[in-house]
């Protein structure tokens, strides 16, 4: 199964994409984690990146494709995937399908997780609390917010014109999210 997870920051995409991988079989690649592992890594990409991420910027196409790429052909040859937080634009998505043609990896599916903003606010704020991450400020939240609805919401009508998009409501609970998931990909043709 190879999944492409969409949603706004505080969606639950994380907590998805590892419950989906996990249930499919598939490899959970999420451009966050690897950005902030180069990060802590100190390495080259890494410090590259650190700038866009602490201001809530979407790191550019370029950088991530060069982290993610290798990756996600790797995990779809060997079981497929589950992709959270790639890609984040439709530039950045239409690159990756030209690509995933000629390596023969396309998606199956576009999950697209919708929730009301004033809920996922709290949850990030809450997040950053209990995780104690520096990235989840209230200002750079809203930040974040106003980047995404720019940026990334579009992706929803991209793959909606692709015949892919699966909406699920990400205010139920995270259990009745998997649920409402995988009872939408189990219906996809084998």
């Known amino acids: 199964m190879r999944v492409v997870l969409i949603g706004p920051p505080g969606s639950g995409k994380g907590t998805q994409a590892v419950r989906i991988a996990a249930q499919f079989g598939a490899e959970h690649i999420s451009a ?16 590259r990146a650190r700038d866009y991420l602490s201001r809530g910027d979407l790191v550019p196409d370029d950088l991530v494709v060069e982290l993610l790429w290798h990756r996600i052909v790797a ?3 060997a079981g497929g995937y589950v992709l959270d937080g790639f890609p984040r634009t439709v530039e950045q998505a239409e690159a990756a399908y030209r690509m995933a043609v000629e390596a023969g990896v396309t998606a199956h599916a576009a999950v697209y997780l919708a929730g009301d903003t004033q809920a996922l606010v709290g949850r990030l704020l809450a997040r ?5 991450r520096v990235d989840d400020t209230a200002e750079v939240i809203s930040h974040r917010l106003e980047v995404y609805a720019r940026q990334t919401a579009p992706l929803a009508d991209y793959y909606a014109q692709r015949g892919l998009l699966i909406t699920i ?3 139920l609970t995270p259990d009745e999210v998997t649920a409402a998931i995988i009872a939408a990909l189990d219906q996809l043709p084998a």
Do not use: F, K, N, P
């Open 169 to 171: 409501d990400a205010m």
């Open 75 to 77: 995990a779809a040859r």
């Open 32 to 47: 966050g984690d690897a950005l902030r592992t180069e990060i802590a890594a100190g390495s080259e990409l890494g410090l």
């Open 128 to 132: 950053a609390h209990v995780d104690g």
